[in-house]
């Protein structure tokens, strides 16, 4: 089944309501961060939440638990949702881009005009907060050729990318995969991607590498991630298949990839971005940390 972040938060929402913030705050007590990682560590991680895959939780109550278990960010959020997040010492490592649907992107440039009005509102008051990355998306293909998309997207993306540039911003494009949830999506290749950063030549544009997506689409993670470190700004987690639990129960190892990751010399955030399966989503939460938390010495 195709899942778009802004439907399900809709469904999840309107169809089983929101986890009382005092159902969440009583289990506080008996949450930790997973593993003590020592400074300086090149394989400890901050690690983010996706909002979207914890939407039936109040954002209170996910912010204490983010903070109980070690959890420095909250991505994928709204304007509105900035405040809340960053008052309360946590980080957005990513934030929403246009409110466009994912399959009308920077490669129709019928969209361009609107994006590019969209991003000029949102870049400014998400600097305002201190975040430092925005998300974007192609757009679907609807039979633009991959070469007359990636013209488009260069030539769209142009005027974005230098404003994200003023504000110390890096304008983001996710790989997602067109194979099982989303189909005809036209970034759904690594190496299309980075041609697109190569001919936009903006320092200020990079790639968001989904783990989950790009193993669909077309594995080999840890050598592309080895092969395409300089492109990737930022990287998503999932279980393949079905985007849910990143253990045992699925495709990846897990601990293999971060320290891949970590080898290409990455500090950023680890974005877990899968849904949680369990009867209590943050002990999937934790439980995703703690496998994505390598040590420099194995543990």
Known sequence: MSINRRDWV???????????????????TSLRPVVSVPQGSPFSYKHSASRWCYNK??????????????????????????????????????????????????????????L?????????????????????????????????????????L??????????????????LNSKVDHKDYQCDHTEWGVALVDKLGSPHFKLLYDIYHMQIMEGDVIATIRKYKDYISHYHTGGVPGRNEIDDTQELNYKAIIKAIAATGYTGYIGQEFIPTRPDPIESLQDAVRICTVRSDGL
């Not at 469904?11 to 705050?25: D, N």
């Open 57 to 114: 939780i109040p954002l209170g109550a996910l912010i204490l638990a983010c903070k109980a278990i070690g959890v420095a960010s909250i991505e994928l959020l709204d304007y509105d949702e900035y405040k809340v997040v960053i008052e309360n010492g946590l980080d957005c490592a990513m934030a929403n881009g246009s409110p466009l649907h994912i399959t009308k992107g920077f490669n129709d440039p019928k969209n361009h005009d609107k």
């Open 10 to 28: 809709k469904r999840s929402a309107a169809g089983a309501g929101l986890l009382a913030l005092s159902e969440v705050s009583k289990k506080l």
């Open 116 to 156: 590019l009005k969209d991003y000029e509102q949102l870049i400014p008051r998400a600097a305002d907060y201190g975040i430092r990355q925005i998300i974007c998306f192609s757009g679907n293909r609807n039979k633009i050729s991959d070469k007359k998309g990636l013209e488009n997207c260069a030539r769209g």
């Open 158 to 175: 142009d005027k974005v990318a230098r404003l994200a540039g003023k504000y110390n911003m890096l304008l983001v494009m996710e790989l």
